[in-house]
């Protein structure tokens, strides 16, 4: 219910893949993919966790990678042509 809510506020899946050099050899890239609901275009909750991985993470951040959709869309929803009763 809560992602409904969300979702009514403007909120969108939004999906990020995250390369980041392997602490241990700065060489290698590591592929993370990170998922939750966001506000688009700025990304507020994305933002803060970048900033924490920043902050409190060894793997330094080398690409991030967004795609964002709406949780409903024209296709999801469709008016019903009629009406039914069940007794």
């Known amino acids: 219910m809560r992602n409904i809510a969300l979702a009514l506020d403007g909120y ?14 700065p060489n290698l890239l590591q592929t993370f993919i990170w ?22 993470i060894e793997g330094k951040l080398h690409s991030v990678r967004i795609a964002s959709s709406g949780l409903f869309s024209p296709a999801d929803l469709k008016h019903l042509g009629g009406e039914y009763k069940l007794h």
């Open 35 to 56: 998922q939750a609901l966001d506000l688009a275009p700025k990304f507020p909750v994305l933002n803060k966790f970048l900033h924490h991985w920043e902050v409190n």
């Open 12 to 25: 969108r899946l939004t999906t990020a893949e995250i390369l980041y050099h392997i602490p241990d050899h």
